[in-house]
């Protein structure tokens, strides 16, 4: 069974300070990987995504991949009390599925 | 560009009782999903349709559920009885096109159902 682990939180971090997500998985045969943020009664927003290894940078974001060690991570720099919300891991294999699998969610929350 | 709507935003019902939730994709989007959240668990995959076919249905619970997605726009998801344990957020997601590694999904807003 494909799973995928996230410490679910919260994570607390000054305004200011990196916040660093972190989410493994367990299917080698992962392909694609993506970092959805969801505010509170919201709709998950894809913020990022990565299908090779090493480190993928947008805006604030950084992705890093490490398929050896089945581990993807999200980093947020200059973190804002706008950051604060659930961020979200999915994972998705090739071979012609489509359908991601989430994990659970780390809670956010940047303090002022 | 209107996003994916869903409706209702809650429901809540009684064992036993039908339940109707609908999704409209954003235009043009012949990819759509529903997804099912349960507290405190992850988001977990119900179906995919195609267009107005069913392309993955592997992960509806059991024939309590029924989706449909007449002239490939918009998507129900009936569930018939109702039963305590479907209580969740269930989402709607839609997309362009598979061929890609990204296909991005945009979610839908999600229906809160309790089933009391």
């Known amino acids: 069974q494909k799973e995928v682990e996230q410490n679910s939180g919260p994570l607390s971090v000054p305004e200011g300070a990196i916040a660093s997500l972190n989410c493994t998985y367990s299917?080698?045969?992962?392909?694609?990987f993506f970092w959805y943020r969801q505010y509170s009664g919201k709709s998950p927003e894809l913020i990022m995504f990565i299908y090779s290894n090493g480190d993928k940078e947008d805006g604030r974001f950084t992705a890093q991949l490490n398929k050896a060690s089945q581990y993807v991570s999200l980093l947020i720099r200059d973190s804002q009390p706008s950051d604060s919300a659930t961020y979200l891991c999915?994972?998705?294999?090739?071979?012609?599925?489509?359908?991601?699998?989430f994990g659970r969610g780390t809670s956010l929350i940047v303090h002022p | 560009e209107a996003g994916v709507t869903q409706f209702p935003s809650h429901s809540v019902i009684e064992k036993g009782q039908t339940v109707t939730l609908r999704c409209d994709p954003i235009s043009g989007h012949d990819n759509l999903y529903w997804y099912r959240r349960v507290m405190g668990k992850e988001i977990k995959f119900l179906l995919h349709f195609v267009k107005e076919s069913k392309q993955d249905e592997s992960g509806m619970p059991n024939n309590r559920f029924l989706a449909e997605r007449t002239g490939g726009t918009y998507s129900t998801l009936k569930v018939q009885p109702a039963e305590l344990e479907d209580s969740g957020v269930y989402f709607c997601a839609s997309s362009q096109e598979l061929a890609s590694t990204v296909d991005e999904q945009f979610f839908g807003p999600g229906t809160r159902l309790t089933v009391l």
């Open positions: 299917d080698r045969g992962s392909q694609s």
């Open positions: 999915a994972v998705r294999t090739s071979g012609g599925s489509y359908i991601p699998t």
